[in-house]
């Protein structure tokens, strides 16, 4: 068991590192080695102190250095869930893997792709973040995916092994996958449906000939880069899409913090910085 887990890897997640290693506590990050798609695209930064107009290539090959010279390695694991329990936490990864530890750093961002209509009301029951935790549940059955990153192409094939028919909804371009049972359909859609159980994924209208506005399915997963922390953690107090959060960076749930754009505007990179500063310092004085 380590002192406190770290779930993303932009920049209140990696203050929230560095400081954590300064307090001499023990800790993982989970994230991407690349730390940050929304930096990496970012073309100039001009209002970080102490850097003038770095691009944000720039910025994330600084804080790849800097990491590499604190050996912090980032674990590019997909975390599944973070789950409360009564001495400590237990984090879930899609691999099946678990690891323990005693505080939690939600430094997780924010959706980039806004929820559908039903969405959060049918987790559990047909709606599901996690292909390789329950594709398994969906063989020989039919399921609408929507993917927002090429990256994710390969739980699509993981999922089209199961699924005798697959609904791919991509929300990014050159899409690669082929299989004969799946089918591609560029429309968003606008509800998902069902009483006890997902029934239906209903669009505004026909997305394409042959396809109608609503395809009945038996799950629908939406498979992103990041997931909302009340989805994550579940009974964690959130508003707006955004996490509660008490000057310490605290929650209401006993040793979980968060930090970042996951707890609100504004979306800077100073702003999360010393959020991730902050959690981790309330981390050390939770851990005493």
Same mark, same amino acid.
């Given at each position: 068991?380590? +002192?406190?887990?770290?779930?993303?890897?932009?920049?209140?997640?990696?203050?929230?590192? !560095?400081?954590?290693?300064?307090?001499?506590?023990?800790?993982?990050?989970?994230? /991407?080695?690349?730390? /940050?798609?929304?930096?990496?695209?970012?073309?100039?930064?001009?209002?970080?102190?102490?850097?003038? +107009? #770095?691009?944000?290539?720039?910025?994330?090959?600084? !804080?790849?250095?800097?990491?590499? +010279?604190?050996?912090?390695?980032?674990?590019?694991?997909?975390?599944?869930?973070?789950?409360?329990?009564?001495?400590?936490?237990?984090?879930?990864?899609?691999?099946?893997?678990?690891?323990?530890?005693?505080?939690?750093?939600?430094?997780?961002?924010?959706?980039?792709?806004?929820?559908?209509?039903?969405?959060? /009301?049918?987790?559990?029951?047909?709606?599901?973040?996690?292909?390789?935790?329950?594709?398994?549940?969906?063989?020989?059955?039919?399921?609408? #995916?929507?993917?927002?990153?090429?990256?994710?192409?390969?739980?699509?094939?993981?999922?089209?092994?199961?699924?005798?028919? #697959?609904?791919?909804?991509?929300?990014?371009?050159?899409?690669?996958?082929?299989?004969?049972?799946?089918?591609?359909?560029?429309?968003?859609?606008?509800?998902?449906?069902?009483?006890?159980?997902?029934?239906?994924?209903?669009?505004? /209208?026909?997305?394409?000939?042959?396809?109608?506005?609503?395809?009945?399915?038996?799950?629908?997963?939406?498979?992103?880069?990041?997931?909302?922390?009340?989805?994550?953690?579940g009974g964690l107090q959130t508003e707006n899409g955004h996490v509660i959060v008490g000057r310490d960076?605290?929650?209401?749930?006993t040793g979980c913090f968060a930090a970042g754009d996951c707890t609100g505007r504004p979306y800077q990179?100073?702003?999360?910085?010393?959020?991730?500063?902050v959690a981790a310092h309330s981390v050390s004085e939770f851990l005493k």
């Amino acid at each position: 068991m380590v +002192d406190c887990i770290i779930v993303g890897s932009g920049v209140a997640g990696i203050s929230a590192a !560095l400081t954590l290693q300064a307090n001499r506590k023990t800790f993982l990050i989970f994230g /991407s080695k690349s730390l /940050s798609e929304k930096i990496e695209k970012a073309e100039k930064i001009h209002n970080y102190p102490g850097l003038s +107009d #770095v691009s944000g290539k720039e910025f994330i090959a600084a !804080l790849q250095t800097q990491l590499s +010279d604190a050996k912090i390695e980032v674990n590019e694991e997909k975390v599944a869930g973070v789950y409360a329990l009564k001495e400590g936490f237990t984090l879930l990864t899609q691999g099946g893997e678990q690891y323990q530890s005693r505080a939690v750093i939600l430094a997780c961002g924010v959706e980039s792709v806004k929820q559908i209509e039903g969405e959060e /009301s049918f987790v559990g029951r047909g709606v599901s973040y996690c292909a390789t935790c329950d594709g398994f549940l969906y063989k020989d059955k039919t399921i609408a #995916v929507v993917c927002t990153t090429k990256r994710l192409e390969h739980e699509i094939g993981y999922l089209a092994d199961f699924a005798e028919k #697959v609904y791919l909804i991509p929300m990014y371009k050159n899409v690669e996958i082929e299989r004969e049972n799946i089918t591609v359909i560029r429309k968003m859609p606008a509800k998902i449906e069902g009483n006890l159980r997902v029934e239906n994924l209903a669009f505004a /209208s026909a997305p394409a000939e042959n396809i109608p506005e609503k395809l009945p399915v038996n799950g629908v997963f939406m498979l992103r880069e990041s997931v909302s922390p009340a989805i994550l953690m579940g009974g964690l107090q959130t508003e707006n899409g955004h996490v509660i959060v008490g000057r310490d960076m605290s929650t209401n749930i006993t040793g979980c913090f968060a930090a970042g754009d996951c707890t609100g505007r504004p979306y800077q990179y100073a702003k999360a910085v010393g959020e991730g500063n902050v959690a981790a310092h309330s981390v050390s004085e939770f851990l005493k």
